[in-house]
C-alpha cells in the first residue's frame, strides 16, 4: 500500500465484462473513483458508456447513489460492476 493506495479486484458481469474485454482485473486505487477512472483510461468510449448505467457493490456493499470518490476501497476488496439485467 503506497500513498493510500491499496489493490482491489475490480470484477465484471455481463455487458460490462464484454465491454471490459475480461473477467476481472486488479488495480491500486484510493476510492471507487479513482479505480474506474484507471479502468477507462486504458479502454474505449464505449467502455465509459457502460459503466454510466452500471451499479457497483464494493465489498458486499451496493454504492447507491453515494459519490465514488467518497466510497474508500480496502487492500484485497473487491468492486462488482453490474449492468442493467433485464428479466424478471
Sequence with gaps: ?????????????????????VAD???????????????RSTRDDRFGKVLEVCSFVVDGDPVGGRDHGSVA????????????FAGG
Design 1 to 21: 500500500m503506497q500513498d493510500g493506495h491499496v489493490t482491489t479486484t475490480i470484477r465484471y458481469w455481463a455487458g460490462a465484462r464484454a465491454a471490459a474485454g
Design 25 to 39: 482485473e486488479q488495480t491500486s486505487a484510493r476510492t471507487l473513483a479513482e479505480a474506474l477512472l484507471l479502468a
Design 73 to 84: 476501497l480496502a487492500d484485497g476488496g473487491l468492486v462488482d460492476v453490474l449492468p442493467p
